[in-house]
């Protein structure tokens, strides 16, 4: 059976820049691509634009295709890229000027169509633009938008390849799109091969986070070769859908069924993983192995898409500032109230006077300490609020005030600073048939539908039905760390975070699948108790997977927590303890 082999060399905006290289001259590849976007990197462009119009797109892909370009297009390598950002265009015009200073015809493909926000308030008064989570009408509040982009599919993309395009360089699409529309490509699927499109997703979806499918962002790093320098993924599609991931040879990392199943729980919801070109049923993957650093994927079923694509939306926020005490030796609890007591006393209104204030001790010290840091403890203070002076050098300056005046041996991290601007992040759904994808080849220009607007289906509303829980067995108790009968791996949708957990064997599963309710995790989880939690199983890959509501706030661009991405809540949920029968502990 004809395989595809695309190649990741990206996974945000900053990763590796050697990637490109090595996976163009570490092996064959039919496909380079990778994802340069997050909700995140859309607010950075949008400011690099106010900056100088010509940006607004990842320059580090056209730094990368430097040193590959002339490989690509003597091997026939095609390259597809979301980097375009908000200025698909322009990275475009950087990438053909790229080739014309190396002497390289090129043709580039430009998708776009995805930046809606001359059209927010026109959307928003007819109603067409709506709160993702809850279908509510959006309500501005006056503020103003910034950023609008629809998650566009990989049609566009396959539109330009079937013209001819070396290179094609998108704006806002999903993560999988860009691995989506080559295998659509290649195959000459249709739009209503939905399994296929499905199981293309899914390869999609394992291989854009780059080395966190290779042994990287791991519960199990111990057991990963190499794992200073893993190499990056790459998925061999078939023509029937089905899959393998894998790497290059002699690179570092490791490719295995459990590498592949925490990626697969990496930011998502439920069994239903909507795209815009289709809908993959995550219950449905079967994996196995397939020989070493190989992992099969098989099975993944499909069905329609939804009618609304996803909108991600950022407006004016307001600003935000932080500063780190350190409080060193004995009873930081103690040192904490007093620091905090002394710093509201200098502002006037206190406490009340910022919009919001999250307050963090990070760490706590050893008994009889041989290190200072071993003695230390962090005080962290973030505020934030709409009066730029209030949360800038009023607050920071009021900590610093208090340096003489406060607990025993104050000191902080850093002067005094300014607070820095925040956007709020806005989730929506817009009417497929509302966006209008273009796909321009040659100075060419055509009109390629969602498939959306024709051929829909819904989503399943989020469940938080709690699972019944399971009785202890009667027998001996251990309680132990979490993470001993489980991998996790977590992410952030916005103000949601997602946690997923996974078992390493049927038995482990089960158990883990009776005793892990909603209850359970309130407990495991501090924060957790006011919050909406929805728990979906997915049986197959042994795993579980929580979506948190508003853990995140707004999300990340506005969020003061310091895991603002809850990039880190799989490893502190692992590392609490719960009861496990004697009898798993083998």
Not at 546 to 573: C, N, T
Request: aromatic residues 6%.
């Amino acid at each position: 059976m004809r395989t595809l082999r695309v190649a990741n060399c990206s996974g945000f905006f900053g990763d590796r820049l050697s990637a490109a290289k090595e996976m163009v001259t570490g092996g064959d590849i039919d496909v380079l691509t990778g994802d340069w976007l997050a909700e995140l990197t859309m607010i950075i462009l949008r400011r690099q634009m106010a900056k100088n119009p010509e940006t607004g797109y990842a320059g580090t892909f056209v730094k990368q295709l430097e040193d590959v370009l002339g490989t690509c297009l003597e091997k026939g390598i095609k390259i597809v890229s979301n980097a375009g950002g908000l200025n698909p265009g322009g990275a475009a015009r950087a990438v053909e000027k790229l080739a014309g200073q190396l002497g390289l015809p090129v043709r580039v493909g430009v998708v776009t169509g995805d930046d809606i926000l001359a059209r927010v308030p026109e959307l928003i008064e007819r109603g067409a633009l709506t709160q993702l989570d809850t279908g509510e009408p959006i309500d501005l509040d006056g503020r103003t938008p910034l950023a609008a982009n629809a998650y566009l599919g990989g049609w566009g993309i396959t539109e330009c390849l079937n013209r001819g395009a070396d290179v094609v360089v998108t704006g806002r699409v999903t993560d999988a799109a860009v691995v989506v529309g080559p295998a659509a490509w290649a195959f000459d699927w249709g739009r209503e091969d939905f399994d296929k499109l499905a199981g293309a997703v899914v390869a999609g979806h394992v291989i854009e986070c780059g080395g966190q499918a290779t042994g990287g962002n791991f519960s199990f790093y111990d057991e990963v070769s190499g794992i200073e320098r893993v190499g990056f993924p790459l998925a061999e599609i078939r023509e029937d859908g089905s899959s393998v991931i894998t790497k290059h040879r002699g690179t570092g990392g490791t490719v295995s069924i459990d590498t592949v199943k925490a990626q697969l729980l990496y930011e998502v919801g439920g069994p239903q993983y909507a795209n815009p070109d289709v809908t993959a049923l995550l219950d449905s993957i079967s994996l196995s192995s397939d020989g070493d650093d190989r992992v099969e994927i098989s099975g993944v079923r499909g069905q329609a898409p939804p009618p609304g694509l996803k909108v991600s939306m950022a407006v004016e926020g307001g600003y935000r500032n932080q500063m780190l005490l350190c409080l060193t030796g004995d009873d930081p609890e103690g040192k904490a109230d007093v620091a905090l007591r002394t710093i509201w006393e200098m502002i006037p209104g206190g406490r009340e006077a910022f919009d919001r204030v999250d307050v963090e001790l990070i760490g706590r010290p050893v008994s009889d300490p041989e290190s200072f840091g071993a003695a230390t403890t962090l005080l962290r203070v973030a505020v934030a609020g709409s009066d730029q002076k209030l949360v800038g050098r009023a607050f920071s300056g009021a900590v610093v005030q208090t340096g003489l005046s406060s607990y025993p041996g104050f000191y902080a991290t850093s002067p005094p600073g300014s607070g820095t601007a925040y956007e709020t992040y806005i989730p929506a759904v817009v009417p497929a048939d509302e966006v209008t994808m273009t796909a321009e080849v040659d100075g060419e220009t055509i009109e390629v539908p969602n498939t959306g607007s024709s051929v829909s289906a819904p989503l399943d509303a989020p469940s938080y039905a709690d699972a019944p829980g399971a009785e202890l067995p009667c027998e001996a108790m251990r309680k132990v760390p979490l993470g001993e009968l489980a991998g996790a791996r977590s992410g952030d949708k916005g103000g949601h975070a997602n946690l997923g957990l996974w078992a390493r064997s049927q038995e482990n599963f089960d158990y883990l699948d009776g005793v892990l309710t909603v209850a359970k995790l309130r407990e495991l989880i501090p924060g957790t108790r006011e919050l909406k939690i929805q728990r979906h199983r997915l049986p197959n890959l042994w795993a579980i997977n929580f979506v948190i509501e508003g853990f995140l706030g707004d999300g990340v661009s506005s969020s003061l927590r310091l895991d603002a991405q809850a990039k880190g809540l799989a490893e502190f949920a692992r590392a609490r303890h719960i009861d496990v029968p004697m009898s798993l502990m083998r």
